[in-house]
């Protein structure tokens, strides 16, 4: 079984940056895709960045060149850099993990999830 807890959300200003993390537990985190979703108020959860156990990455259209997403397998982590933030990035974001080595978009593909974080951008 893994856990997964997020850390990092917060307000912040249109324009400014955020850096979420994702602790995870368990010894076989280094083998495993993890990816991060968001869901806005009213809307459902979608995909934002993945990366695999390699480290290949893939991120939605909407935050290429803005998200960074990284792991850490020695602390068993998977951070989200976020810059360049609008308003439209609002939302509670979640961290995802699956056993398997290949990233995927697919929500129903992931295994595991964090409680959420909440991320508020003010216009």
């Known amino acids: 079984q893994v856990q997964l807890v997020e850390s990092g959300g917060g307000l912040v200003q249109a324009g400014g940056s955020l850096r979420l993390s994702c602790a995870a537990s368990?010894?076989?985190?280094?083998?495993?895709?993890m990816g991060w979703f968001r869901q806005a108020p009213g809307k459902e959860r979608e995909f934002v960045a993945a990366?695999?156990?390699?480290?290949?990455?893939y991120y939605t259209d909407s935050v290429k060149g803005r998200f960074t997403i990284s792991r850490d397998n020695a602390k068993n982590t998977v951070d989200l850099q976020m810059n360049s933030l609008k308003s439209e990035d609002t939302a509670v974001y979640y961290c995802?993990?699956?056993?398997?080595?290949?990233?995927?978009?697919?929500?129903?593909?992931?295994?595991?999830w964090g409680q959420g974080t909440q991320v508020t951008v003010s216009s």
């Open positions: 990366i695999s156990w390699s480290g290949s990455t």
């Open positions: 368990g010894r076989t985190f280094s083998s495993y895709a």
């Open positions: 995802a993990g699956r056993a398997a080595r290949a990233l995927t978009t697919l929500y129903s593909a992931y295994d595991y």
